[in-house]
């Protein structure tokens, strides 16, 4: 049976690094939970979703960061997100209202995503409110003053594919290109822009809003780049009309 007056899960887009892009009702909700989630990929890492937030907040929370370790083993990240889940809701049958961060939007490419399902899968009637957070490659368009997208013209927001030549065909059917999870496929992906001609329309950013961050517009043919560099990145190339 459903407990009266359960208190609510929050999932919360923190946006893309910048603390300032954080929207008001995501700082008001966090200002006011008991106890904030944060993920993070490695135990000794530390969580940027909290370093985004934690020097922003009226006092000091209680937080306690899940590890969602890089992997694509779907029985480990099963159980990753379970166990979560099953910590999180014996945080909120506690009486505690709780928030879990998020990098980006929470329901785009997340880990949110996966963690909602196991929430509901064990718990039905949780009562759940997602805060939209501003994503990567909309930061990275405001920087350069980059127009996505004008009339009727057709955007993909996609994944860089695991076989490159597969993202060539999906360039040539849209207007403007949006990629994400580039990682070490940044070098290759460079190279494809550049061979299509298109390098030059291309904007790259990279850990926007945080420290080390990587601004850049066009890639010229002398350009070159390392596998590190692709992480924490989004590429966005809108082809100029002929």
Do not use: W
């Not at 937080?63 to 890089?70: A, D, H, N, R």
């Not at 196991?118 to 718990?123: F, G, N, P, T, Y």
């Not at 780049?225 to 590429?235: C, Q």
Request: proline share 5%; charged share 30%; with cysteine.
């Amino acid at each position: 049976m459903r407990k009266k007056n359960k208190p609510t899960f929050y999932g919360i887009g923190v946006g893309p690094g910048d603390p300032e892009l954080l929207t008001l009702k995501a700082l008001n909700i966090l200002n006011n939970v008991d106890i904030i989630f944060a993920p993070k990929a490695k135990i000794k890492a530390d969580s940027l979703a909290r370093e985004i937030i934690e020097n922003i907040l009226d006092s000091k929370k209680e937080f306690i960061e899940l590890e969602f370790p890089m992997t694509k083993d779907k029985e480990e990240l099963e159980k990753r997100y379970k166990n979560s889940a099953k910590i999180i809701l014996q945080k909120i049958n506690n009486g505690n209202q709780v928030a879990y961060l998020t990098i980006g939007d929470p329901l785009l490419y997340s880990t949110y995503i996966y963690l909602l399902g196991a929430l509901k899968e064990s718990d039905p009637d949780l009562v759940i409110e997602t805060i939209p957070g501003i994503s990567a490659y909309s930061a990275v368009a405001a920087r350069f003053s980059y127009s996505m997208a004008e009339k009727n013209e057709k955007v993909c927001i996609c994944p860089v594919p695991t076989d490159i030549n597969d993202l060539k065909k999906t360039i040539l059917d849209h207007d403007t290109i949006v990629l994400m999870k580039v990682a070490k496929k940044l070098p290759e992906i460079v190279k494809l822009l550049q061979e299509m001609g298109i390098g030059q329309d291309a904007i790259f950013g990279s850990h926007v809003g945080m420290a080390g961050e990587k601004l850049i517009k066009g890639f010229k043919n002398n350009c070159s780049f390392s596998e590190k560099e692709g992480y924490l990145s989004t590429i966005i190339v809108r082809k100029r009309k002929q």
